[in-house]
């Protein structure tokens, strides 16, 4: 009896099963194979196990995906609960190459003075009152911000705020407005940051910034 080629790999994965698909058969080839792995591996009256698929290099779309869970919801030894692919298509590489651009603006951004930018920035001066800076991603100013600032512009909740003296006259991240009470100025802070917490907006020193926040940073230098 010829053993059938086997397209599809079945191991433990973090309390349920793990399938990885092969990333050079056709797609009906490791369908057909998925169908006869799960049929082969059900058991009468057991618990739904849950699968999650690693297809690698192979780009995965709608229909694929539809065809893979209506497979596994024919078993009822199991359940479907993700995927994980390392393929996008152009358009998310391009949106994703915009969110971790870094731009670098040398000067002072003065009154009337517009920057808006995907990804994040650093400004090499001060951003005076009346100066105007969005950013999809962080803002990073070496000098006084005082200016208005949004940060995370397009609902990046991870962006951060960081000037040498922040003391911005509006301030947003992500979705999220800072207002002060009565409409009072913002208090200025001395190597300050501003980031999206529990209650809105908050601000901090560097140094006291959660760990997190901290990952951030990192993650932004390296990038730069």
Not at 44 to 57: D, L, Q, S, Y
Not at 171 to 197: K, R
């Amino acid at each position: 009896m010829i053993e059938r080629k086997r397209y599809v790999t079945m191991k433990g994965h973090r309390g349920g099963l793990a399938v990885y698909v092969n990333e050079r058969c056709s797609v009906d080839e490791f369908l057909d194979d998925l169908e006869l792995t799960l049929a082969d591996k059900s058991v009468e009256n057991g618990r739904a196990v849950p699968i999650t698929f690693f297809f690698g290099r192979r780009y995965v779309d709608e229909g694929v995906l539809t065809a893979v869970e209506s497979i596994v919801a024919r078993h009822d030894s199991f359940s479907f609960k993700g995927y994980d692919s390392e393929c996008i298509t152009k358009d998310e590489a391009k949106a994703l190459y915009g969110e971790r651009t870094f731009h670098y603006f040398g000067g002072t951004a003065r009154s009337g003075h517009v920057l808006d930018v995907e990804g994040s920035i650093v400004i090499i001066g001060d951003i005076n009152p009346g100066a105007v800076v969005h950013a999809t991603g962080s803002i990073y100013c070496l000098g006084a911000l005082r200016g208005t600032v949004h940060a995370g512009k397009g609902g990046n909740t991870e962006a951060v705020i960081a000037a040498s003296v922040l003391q911005p006259k509006w301030v947003a991240v992500a979705g999220t407005v800072h207002e002060e009470p009565d409409d009072a100025p913002i208090p200025a802070l001395d190597m300050g940051c501003a980031f999206l917490g529990e209650d809105g907006v908050e601000f901090s020193r560097l140094q006291t910034v959660p760990l997190a926040r901290m990952d951030q940073f990192a993650i932004d230098s390296e990038r730069g």
